[in-house]
């Protein structure tokens, strides 16, 4: 087989790969399941899919396409070849406006194609949770929903056309045909006619009818996902009269990649909806009041209506960014519902939700009735979606785990369905978490139980079966929108019956005799407890580790990763999580991969050095240790983190590369040039010595070297007379390495503009920072800096007496990495010592606020202002204080650059081997940004080294720190 899939990569336009890395990287998506494919694909073209669909026939293999790999039910996992069109099939091939269709290739993303159809005033209107990297072809493979199906509905309403590949390597295209088009399909000769003649064999027979409309969901289930959807089909012309014409489309979706591997969708779009959202946020006491409220809500005919319960809500306290977005929660409520109004005006939704909380207070239901507009709005729906991801951050090895989430029944049966629920699990001394779509009968129901132990293993399963039996009895669909792949694929037999099973058996052997399409999904499927990412009673090591892991190992922070794939958002979406996959589009560049490879190995390996393995240093290698991820994931994977943790542990068996001592040594360098500035800067500018320097240390050639000034800042603070105002506040100056040696004239501003608004500035003893230590993997030595500074700086540091950090790199570290690596006799202390350390932005801001900086201390000129906000700075702090700052002068306007990681990253963009992504990076958003100001006289604004230098080799222009801008406005 080995050779035969080399001569297949030669043949192919696109990539085949079959190491062990990819084949990991890919063996799971965001489901419970793990299972090794033989290779992974990334085809280029049509004819590319058509040589593997031969392969597999030739070869007796199969083939799983994969989109986004955020499939909950195992529909992308299995020991096939991977064939995924995320990369290349991405494009938006037609836009009618007249007739409202948009036709796109299966790799375009949900929210991107409403980017592009936002300015003809159209939308595609089904809203899934993973909007930001949901790809249509996922969305049409299990049929997605989302929160507005209540008007919307599903995938499959809005579902014209589809272009795809049939099994014997023949196209097809699906679309409405009449009953005479439909009759002459069935006369041709070929595999597109076996089709159309089998549905109609199986449908036209009278007891075949009787038995699909007898045992399928009842028609009032409106997310009905349960195996193929013959029952929709049943329902349609040439079968029943006076119906709408047949349409194979129907099928195809929540197919699951099944049947046919589609290489086109033709996509209805409405208009897009009215311009004021309202969301009222009801706080219940319990679920179950939540969900008899939630009739009451539905009379109003809402857009959505959402439950989020008290897992979630405890779950975002401990999330930097979802921390934020809970500003509307009061107390801790057993249960929110967000319910949804779309109208002309907000005096229109503001008098429905009167209406509203009127009739449920007279029921005695809801306790606190927030009603929120504009922004307000987005931060709750992002706080909504981060539910799958959130539900990582439970601590141990037993987690909310996807089994019977996707249960849906009619909205009038939920109440009476969720208490019968919970009495089960209660059998079982169980808890479920609850949330999403209570306005169209189904609640994401997720009971937490630990995969890792023999009783888990089994305990998945029998819940499994208990909740079919009882979604059974209440006739609903055992999947709604997640699909059955290989989850609930056992029980489909039960939710439907023998018979009808049956029949969904002749269908897919008609469309795939070989099964060569995404084998064992929805039909013949394994048992649902095997394949699964842990097996059970697995043992493994306790790991000696140099970071401090909360109530958690540095396994347990990795398996946080649950797949929600949140990291595979493009810039076009926002945010700054994941620069490298941004830039490259390739899954092992994301987030979720490191995470991944760093599990399996760390779980399987037969190293006595777990960490020693170079597949885990490839994963790694591209992460740009921004911090994105500490904030953005929902899950909270801190993969710089654990990079640096893997680089040091990976270092002590393999050694420290030259260059990585030569980087973490800066300090040193740097204090060693400043002894002859003029000598070294001219080494580090001159192009020769320059050009020499970079090819001996392994820089990048076209990348500048930083300079350093020609006195550091240690040394002019000395000379410079010490301002002693008793009635003034005293601030202490963290003087960091980077700005003692190189961006000194920042450090000066900084303490002159201090001092001129009234404080007296101290730079206190201490020593670096140890960012450069600690962004290569040492952190055996950024673990000494850390312990002695914060020796150095608890006795002085206080509440009134802070620490402020001009360098954002620099300065949050206190508040994140010490805590990480402080001995346990001074963990007290550095918890203390973080409370009162401030980027100068925070800082200045705080004072602001208090009322002891005002306006009038600055200029009135007009100037605008364009703010790029540093990584780490909007990971553990927020961009906001330095655009608060910055707009103090009555006259300044700024604007911020929607831009994620510049793509520097301290020492990333100098390394030969990246310094092309890191360009590439900046190219993305930030680059076009600057070089398209509107004039010469529009300022950018900084607050990272790094940012500043990266602008400036990207675009020649001069981004200056917010502080010399305000210093500059003083008057």
């Known amino acids: 087989m080995k050779e035969k899939l080399q001569e297949l990569s030669r043949s192919i336009e696109g990539k085949l790969f079959t190491d062990d890395t990819m084949r990991i990287l890919y063996a799971t998506d965001a489901s419970a399941y793990r299972e090794m494919p033989l290779a992974v694909a990334i085809p280029k073209t049509l004819d590319d899919i058509k040589k593997l669909i031969q392969f597999a026939t030739n070869n007796t293999t199969s083939l799983i396409p994969r989109t986004a790999g955020t499939s909950l039910a195992g529909q992308v996992v299995g020991n096939g070849i991977i064939v995924d069109v995320s990369k290349n099939f991405t494009k938006i091939l037609e836009l009618n406006t007249e007739e409202n269709w948009v036709r796109v290739e299966p790799g375009v993303i949900r929210d991107e194609l409403n980017f592009f159809l936002k300015p003809h005033g159209l939308f595609f209107g089904p809203e899934t949770s993973t909007a930001n990297r949901a790809m249509m072809g996922g969305m049409v493979g299990n049929n997605s929903c989302g929160s507005n199906s209540v008007v919307y509905r599903s995938t499959r309403e809005h579902l014209l056309e589809v272009k795809a590949i049939l099994s014997d390597g023949t196209n097809v295209e699906f679309k409405t045909v009449t009953n005479d088009a439909f009759h002459t399909k069935c006369e041709m000769d070929n595999l597109e006619g076996k089709i159309y003649k089998n549905i109609r064999s199986i449908l036209s027979n009278y007891d075949n009818q009787q038995e699909i409309r007898k045992q399928f969901p009842k028609k009032s289930v409106e997310r009905r996902n349960t195996g193929y959807a013959i029952d929709m089909l049943l329902e349609k012309a040439p079968f029943v009269a006076g119906m709408p014409d047949f349409n194979f489309c129907e099928l195809i979706a929540g197919s699951e990649g099944t049947l046919a591997f589609i290489t086109e969708i033709k996509l209805n779009v409405v208009p897009l909806p009215l311009k004021e959202t309202g969301l009222l946020c009801v706080h219940f006491n319990s679920i179950d009041e939540s969900l008899r409220a939630n009739l009451i809500a539905l009379k109003y005919k809402p857009s959505a209506s959402e439950l989020i319960d008290h897992y979630i809500l405890e779950c975002t306290k401990g999330n930097i960014e979802q921390s934020k977005n809970r500003f509307f929660v009061q107390g801790d409520p057993g249960a929110i519902l967000v319910i949804e109004f779309v109208k002309n005006t907000r005096e229109e939704i503001t008098d429905i939700c009167k209406n509203v909380e009127a009739e449920m207070r007279a029921a005695g239901l809801g306790y606190h009735f927030p009603l929120l507009f504009g922004d307000d709005t987005k931060k709750i729906w992002t706080l909504r979606k981060a539910g799958l991801g959130l539900l990582g951050n439970l601590p141990g090895d037993a987690k909310a785990v996807p089994v019977i989430e996707d249960t849906a029944v009619d909205v009038n049966d939920l109440p009476a369905y969720i208490r019968e629920f919970n009495e089960l699990l209660v059998k079982y001394n169980l808890h479920a978490v609850h949330y999403a779509h209570a306005g169209s009968g189904e609640i994401h129901l997720r009971p937490i139980i630990n995969l890792k132990t023999a009783e888990g293993n089994e305990l998945f399963k029998t819940i499994a079966q208990e909740i079919a039996t009882l979604v059974k009895k209440y006739d609903g669909s055992l999947s709604g929108e997640h699909g059955d ?83 595979r958002k493009t810039h076009l979406s926002g945010g700054t999580m994941c620069p490298s996959f941004m830039a490259t589009r390739n899954e092992k560049d994301s987030t979720r991969a490191r995470a991944n490879i760093l599990r399996e190995f760390l779980t399987n390996s037969k190293e006595v050095n ?362």
């Not at 070297?705 to 100056?733: A, D, E, F, I």
Request: charged content about 20%.
């Open 485 to 567: 792949g290989r989850l609930r694929g056992e029980f489909i037999e039960q939710m439907i019956g023998p018979k009808n099973y049956l029949l969904l058996k002749e269908l897919k052997n008609t469309w795939d005799p070989q099964h060569i399409f995404n084998p064992n999904k929805i039909v013949d499927t394994p048992p649902m407890n095997s394949m699964l990412r842990y097996t059970p009673g697995q043992q493994t090591p306790t790991f000696n580790t140099i970071f401090r892991y909360h109530n958690q190992d540095v396994l347990q922070h990795a398996e946080q990763c649950n797949g929600s794939g949140d990291c």
């Open 610 to 971: 777990r960490f020693n393995h170079k597949e885990i240093y490839d994963v790694m290698d591209l992460c740009l240790s921004c911090k994105a991820c500490k904030s953005e994931c929902p899950s909270n994977v801190d993969v710089a983190k654990l990079k640096a943790e893997f680089l040091q542990q990976y270092y002590d068996t393999n050694g420290v590369p030259f260059r990585s001592k030569l980087i973490a040594n800066f300090t040193n360098a740097a204090k060693l040039g400043s002894i002859l500035p003029g000598v070294y800067n001219f080494f580090m500018s001159n192009k020769t010595t320059s050009t020499l320097i970079k090819k001996m240390s392994g820089f990048a050639v076209p990348r500048s070297l930083p300079l350093v000034h020609k006195s550091t800042l240690q040394s002019w603070y000395k000379k410079h007379p010490k301002q002693n105002n008793n009635n003034s506040r005293t601030v202490y100056l963290f003087c960091d390495e980077f700005t003692n040696y190189n961006d000194t004239s920042i450090g000066i501003k900084a303490i002159l503009l201090l001092e001129r608004l009234g404080y007296n500035v101290v730079i206190p003893k201490h020593i670096e920072s140890g960012r450069a230590w600690l962004s290569k993997g040492l952190i055996r030595k950024g673990k000494q800096i850390a312990n002695k500074n914060i020796a150095l700086l608890k006795e002085i540091i206080s509440n009134e007496t802070p620490l402020i950090g001009v360098e954002p790199s620099a300065i949050l570290t206190f508040r994140d990495e010490y805590i990480d690596l402080a001995d346990d006799d001074q963990l007290e202390a550095a918890k203390q010592l973080s409370k009162n350390v401030f980027l100068i932005d925070e800082f200045i801001a705080g004072e602001i606020k208090k009322g002891f900086i005002k306006a009038e201390q600055f200029t009135t000129e007009e100037k605008q202002i364009l703010l790029h906000g540093h990584c780490q700075q909007k990971s553990l702090s927020a961009l906001t204080y330095s655009v608060d700052i910055l707009s103090l002068p009555k006259n300044y306007t700024v604007q911020t650059i929607a831009s994620g990681c510049c793509g520097m990253a301290g020492s990333f963009g100098f390394e030969k081997e990246h310094y092309d992504l890191s360009m590439q990076i900046g190219e993305l958003v930030l680059f076009p940004a600057v070089r398209n100001k509107k004039s010469k006289a529009v300022i950018i604004a900084a607050p990272g080294t790094s940012c500043r230098h990266q602008i400036k080799d990207g675009t020649h222009t001069l981004a200056l720190h917010p502080v010399e801008i305000l210093y500059e406005a003083l008057v």
